[in-house]
Each structure stands twice: as structure tokens, then as C-alpha cells.
């Protein structure tokens, strides 16, 4: 008969708070930390979240300060609307597909991937763990972003109307979505691929160029309703295309929130999938 | 039964694991058993399957037949259970070069769970890192990053080690510090240590016991001693000095004692009929025909040569012979 010793909890069990939720957060906390130590990155994502709307707001204050009859003001509700296009849907889309990559690809890369598994817990958990991680980096470099359009907003606005408390927050929800959305796919992806280079390329040339340009084919008729972006610009405040939202493909709301959650979920479960069965 | 691990099943052991990459087979057949409280060397030359094993037995990729189980719970069926209390180095040890050591230890401590936080400066100031904890792994030496993945094994406070090829990158002093504190695991700790490596000095310094393994096979295993002495066990052989070489060599040659005596550079090179016990006899039959020995020393036969003689043997021979693995038992 086998004698039996009572031993550390095993990894896959409750934590010594008795709470899975406690292990959870702990990995939370050990995925954002490696996201938040990962400069390079981080100083990527910021410049493309944040510069370009700074750009934006220089450019339009020396046109206007140049000629104030032909430019208007550089803040004010229409440039807000141009801003939040531009850091919404065109390059804090690019911020958070790096931030999902590094993400996804983070401990394969490092060779670390293989040390977490023989701790002994569930490769899904340690998939699971990055997608918090990269959520709240993304959160947090795409809100100092809305911060600076905020601030260019009202401080440049002279005589022009400011946009509404809704408006606002709208439009800190819409970027939340969209950025989360795309950086939630590329974490999926990345774990996929496990290569980061490949994964930055192939997500970049999708949001960039494949997925602008089947919008654009017409004869895809309603099949453009499964692209992302259509319904990630669905649910945006202001205009960006020529359907009844911000998509150029007309979309119900029950549509467009089901082609994300579909795209959310494809891409979670290969995710998830190659995580647990690649050799480590 | 999560939190509970049988003490008394055998640290590791394996049954028939084979390991198929397409066509070629890395792993074959292989039976280990790897008994609790002992240092294992898992020995063989570059390419013989060593880490593949390895990865096996840590569920990092699949076997494609036979059966594991480690620490008592079957692998890759409790995999979580198993590796709870293992600590594992395969390969070369690798980090997020970004990040600090202690950092690095905080990652997989709360992979581990949330009690192992506690265990992390104590782990870096067993491996002598305490003070450079906070500098940047990729500022570390190869040394270094081998003395802070022995921290991260100790993160789980390991009935089990399976370290490959450990003292890689270590300088000497390294390799003694490293030495004595496997030994002080398993004598003082009641560790098990399960050690890869392709350095027969180094296996025969640190273990108690091995197994050796060529080309997916294991060839031979048991306590080092047994294995150093060869399947011909009962092979005890005498070393002895005597002032009359031809009187020795003509009363030992009808001597029911032993097998063999011939002529050597230190006098004669005896091979013992029975137990070491019966060099007691020659020594007495020596006496008695009046030769007077001045020498008698037991030839310590090294793993060194006996991990020669069974991989040459190998290379001449043809699969079907090679595939019979011989067994020292303990």
C-alpha cells in the first residue's frame, strides 16, 4: 500500500488563498509584467497609437495659425471625429496587433514557453493568462492615445463646438472595442504561428491591405458582412463609411456582434489549440 | 489525490517508451526505473536520445508508445500532478533576457501558485545569486543563467530534478559547487536527481546510480559500481605485488579461487573465481608457497570503460543484437 505525504498544492488546483481566481491573477499580473518590460514594444506601440495624433494636431494648428480664414481650428467635435478615426481604425489598430504578437509569442520566443509547462499547469491556463495581459496593455497604451486627442480636442477648439460627455465616451468605448478586438485576434493568431515576425506580417498586410480591399470588391456582395473591420466600424460614433454606421457594408447590430464574437472565438480556440498540443 | 504524492512508487519510471519522428526512432523501448533518495545519470554520448527522454517524461512532447509515470502519477495522463513537485533544466536554461533574474523567478512562481513567492529569495541565495538578482538576465553569464535555472527547480520544492547536461557553461569551481549541492540534495534532503549528461566523470562523481543510453536504447543500467564492473559481475580482479612472479603465477594457476592470472607491469593482474571475499585466499595460498606479496589492491574498474565497451559494442553490431539491452539489477 502506498504511503502518502500531503505536499504544495498542485499547480491546476487552488492556490494557497484556496482561490483559482488568486492563481489566475498572479499569472495576469506575470504576463503583464512581461509585456510592460518589453520596451521595445511598448515604445512601438505608444508611437503609433499617440504619434500620429500628435502629428495630426501640429500639422492643423500651423495651417491654422498660417491661415486662419482657409483652416479652421485643429480641435473642436469634427477633428476630434478625424482623430478618433485615425487612432481607432487605422494606426492604433497596428499598436495593438504588436502588443496581441508579443503577447502570443513572448515565451515561445524567449524559450521559456517550455519551463511554464513543466511547472504542470494547463497549457490553455498559460494561453489564457496572456489575453488579460495583453487587454489591459492595450488598454492602456490606446487610453494615454484618447488622452492626447482629448487634450488637442479642447485645447485647440477655439470658437469650434467641443463633442458631448457621450460622444466622448463613445469614442473611448469604440477605440476599447476595436483595439481589444484586433489585439485579442492576434494574441490567438501569434500563439498560433508562434513566430513573431510572421505574425506582424501577416496581421499588418490583413488589416492594411487584404481586408481595405475586399471591402472594396462589390461583387463579394453580403460575404464582406464576415470582415472585421465592417463590424469593428459598425459600432463606431462617427461617420467612417457608407453604410447606416461606420461600416461601408451594411450590418444589423445582431450581425456585426456576431461576427465579432466569431472572429473573437475562431481565433482564441486555434490559439488555445496549438498552445496545448505543440511540443514545448 | 491532487494534493497527495505516493512516496513509496519509484521517482521515475518507464515502460516500453518509444519515440517515433517519421520514420526514424528516437526512443526505443526504453525501461527506467529511477528509485527515490538517488542521484541517476541518464548517460550517452551527443544525439543517443538523452533530452528527447526527457521532454517526454516532462510532457513536452508525445510519446508514440509505452507508458511513464513520474513521482508515482502516470505521464502525460496526470501530467499536473507528476510535475508539481519537479524541477526541470532542459538544455540549456532559458529567460526573458529582459527582464531581471528575480523577475524571471516571479513568473513562473505564479505559474506555480501563490505560496511559491516565498521560496524565491531563498532559491537565489542557495545558487549564490541573491546579489546580482536584479541586474538583467541577459547581463548573465552561461554560468550564471545555469545557477538561476537550478533557482527556478528549487521554485517547486523538488521531490524531483531532472537536469540536462547541468554543468554546461559552469567553470570548475562552478562544477564542485554545483556537485556538492546535488549530493547534499540527495543525502541530506532526500531529493532525487535525475541528471543527462553526456560527461562520464561527471555522472560518476555525482550519482549513485545510471543508466546508460545509445542511439534511443538503454544499453545498460543499475548502481554505478555494478555497472562500472560490467553483465560479467562476478569479474573481480586483483592487483598484486610479489617478489617471485613465476612461483606466484605456477600456485595460482591450479587455484580453485581463480579464473585468470597472468603476468603484468605492477606483478600479476588476477581475475577472482568467486566473491571479492575469496582474494583472502590468494592471498593465503601466497603465503603458504612461501612468495612473499607486498601488493594486493582491487582493479576499480571506471564507468568510463565500461561505457566504451557497451556503445563500441553497438557500433559493430547489427540491430537485432543491438536491441537486446542488458540489465544490471540493483
Not at chain 2, 581463480?258 to 606483478?267: C, H, K, M, P, Q
Request: proline letters at 5%.
Amino acid at each position: 500500500m502506498s504511503a502518502i505525504s500531503p505536499t504544495a498544492p498542485a499547480p491546476g488546483g487552488r492556490g494557497a488563498d484556496g482561490s483559482p481566481l488568486g492563481i489566475a491573477a498572479q499569472m495576469f499580473g506575470a504576463d503583464f509584467l512581461k509585456l510592460r518590460k518589453k520596451r521595445g514594444t511598448l515604445i512601438w506601440a505608444l508611437v503609433l497609437a499617440g504619434a500620429p495624433v500628435l502629428i495630426y494636431f501640429v500639422v492643423s494648428v500651423i495651417q491654422h495659425s498660417s491661415d486662419p480664414h482657409k483652416y479652421g481650428p485643429a480641435g473642436g467635435t469634427s477633428n476630434f471625429a478625424d482623430g478618433l478615426r485615425v487612432i481607432a481604425l487605422f494606426f492604433g489598430p497596428l499598436a495593438a496587433l504588436l502588443i496581441g504578437v508579443e503577447a502570443g509569442t513572448g515565451d515561445a520566443s524567449a524559450g521559456v514557453f517550455r519551463d511554464l509547462v513543466v511547472t504542470g499547469r494547463a497549457r490553455v491556463a498559460l494561453f489564457a493568462s496572456r489575453v488579460p495581459a495583453a487587454l489591459a496593455m492595450c488598454c492602456a497604451v490606446m487610453g494615454t492615445s484618447y488622452g492626447v486627442l482629448l487634450l488637442g480636442t479642447f485645447a485647440f477648439a477655439g470658437n469650434l463646438p467641443t463633442p458631448t460627455g457621450a460622444l466622448i465616451l463613445n469614442g473611448l468605448g469604440f477605440t476599447l472595442l476595436s483595439t481589444g478586438v484586433l489585439c485579442v485576434v492576434a494574441v490567438g493568431f501569434a500563439s498560433l504561428t508562434t513566430s513573431k515576425p510572421a505574425s506582424i506580417i501577416a496581421l499588418i498586410a490583413w488589416q492594411i491591405v487584404a481586408s481595405p480591399l475586399l471591402v472594396s470588391i462589390s461583387s463579394l456582395g453580403s460575404a464582406r458582412r464576415g470582415l472585421l473591420s465592417q463590424a469593428i466600424a459598425h459600432f463606431s460614433p462617427v461617420h467612417t463609411g457608407n453604410g447606416g454606421h461606420g461600416d461601408t457594408v451594411a450590418l444589423s447590430q445582431g450581425t456585426a456582434l456576431l461576427v465579432l464574437i466569431a472572429w473573437l472565438a475562431l481565433f482564441l480556440a486555434l490559439g488555445a489549440w496549438r498552445t496545448a498540443k505543440m511540443d514545448a | 489525490m491532487d494534493s497527495l504524492i505516493a512516496v513509496d512508487s519509484a521517482a521515475i519510471e518507464t515502460q516500453g517508451v518509444t519515440k517515433r519522428f517519421g520514420a526514424r526512432t528516437a526512443i526505443d523501448g526504453v525501461d527506467l526505473y529511477v528509485p527515490r533518495g538517488s542521484a541517476f545519470g541518464f548517460l550517452g554520448p551527443n544525439g543517443a536520445g538523452k533530452t528527447t527522454m526527457i521532454r517526454m517524461l516532462l510532457g513536452l512532447t508525445h510519446a508514440s508508445a509505452g507508458s511513464m509515470s513520474v513521482l508515482g502519477h502516470p505521464v502525460p495522463a496526470e501530467r499536473g500532478a507528476a510535475l508539481r513537485r519537479v524541477g526541470a533544466i532542459v538544455e540549456e536554461p532559458r529567460f526573458h533576457p529582459n527582464l531581471s533574474g528575480r523577475e524571471n523567478l516571479r513568473i513562473v512562481a505564479a505559474v506555480r501558485g501563490p505560496e511559491v513567492q516565498a521560496r524565491i529569495a531563498p532559491a537565489l541565495v542557495r545558487v549564490g545569486l541573491a546579489e546580482r538578482a536584479d541586474e538583467k538576465v541577459k547581463k548573465y553569464s552561461l554560468g550564471m543563467r545555469q545557477r538561476l535555472g537550478v533557482a527556478r527547480c528549487l521554485l517547486a520544492d523538488p521531490l524531483l530534478l531532472i537536469l540536462d547536461e547541468p554543468t554546461n557553461g559552469l567553470d570548475p569551481a562552478g562544477i564542485q559547487q554545483f556537485r556538492e549541492m546535488i549530493r547534499t540534495m540527495v543525502e541530506h534532503e532526500n531529493r532525487t536527481i535525475f541528471l543527462s549528461s553526456h560527461l562520464l566523470d561527471e555522472v560518476e562523481k555525482i550519482c549513485d546510480h545510471a543508466a546508460i543510453v545509445d542511439r534511443g536504447k538503454v544499453i545498460a543500467q543499475g548502481p554505478i559500481a555494478e555497472l562500472a564492473r560490467g553483465s560479467d559481475g562476478a569479474r573481480n580482479e586483483l592487483i598484486v605485488g610479489v617478489d617471485d612472479v613465476e612461483l606466484a603465477l605456477g600456485t595460482l594457476g591450479g587455484s580453485e579461487f581463480v579464473r585468470e592470472a597472468r603476468r603484468s607491469d605492477e606483478g600479476l593482474r588476477v581475475v577472482l573465481s568467486g566473491e571479492p571475499q575469496s582474494a583472502a585466499q590468494v592471498n593465503a595460498s601466497l603465503v603458504r608457497a612461501g612468495v612473499a606479496v607486498v601488493r594486493l589492491e582491487p582493479v576499480r574498474h571506471s564507468l568510463e570503460q565500461r561505457f566504451l565497451e557497451v556503445t563500441s559494442r553497438l557500433e559493430g553490431a547489427p540491430p537485432e543484437r543491438s536491441a537486446q539491452a542488458e540489465e544490471v539489477k540493483a
